[in-house]
């Protein structure tokens, strides 16, 4: 399984950005999918998570302003973030908890993607 991750990059505060994370492979259907962030020194935490049901939670730091979605038919998941803040600097991973064709249900981890914010 791979997920492929694009989007990224740096932008002023109050802008705007689009993470997108397409998952391919041994994969029979996609229990959920997530974006994490990290920065240096700091745990790793949850962003923002879309179950198989299209039910989504966020971190509350990003209530309001990230908006997490899923093309079903491309096991793409969308992260689609605006008003940003220089706080939301980080590197981004994109997480995804999947059901293989041998039944296993088998937790994968997208290479991170730099958010930069400035002020």
């Known amino acids: 399984v791979q997920l492929r991750r694009l989007g990224g990059g740096l932008v002023q505060a109050g802008g705007s950005l689009r993470l997108s994370c397409a998952a391919s492979?041994?994969?029979?259907?996609?229990?959920?999918m997530a974006w994490y962030r990290q920065t240096p020194g700091k745990q790793r935490e949850l962003v923002a998570r879309?179950?198989?049901?299209?039910?989504?939670n966020y971190a509350d730091s990003v209530k309001g302003r990230f908006t997490i979605s899923r093309d079903n038919a491309k096991n793409t998941m969308y992260l689609q973030m605006s008003s940003l803040k220089p706080e939301d600097t980080a590197v981004y991973y994109c997480?995804?908890?999947?059901?293989?064709?041998?039944?296993?249900?088998?937790?994968?981890w997208g290479q991170g993607t730099q958010v930069t914010v400035s002020s």
């Open positions: 879309i179950l198989a049901t299209g039910s989504t």
């Open positions: 997480n995804a908890n999947l059901r293989n064709y041998q039944g296993f249900d088998m937790e994968y």
């Open positions: 492979g041994n994969i029979v259907s996609i229990n959920y």
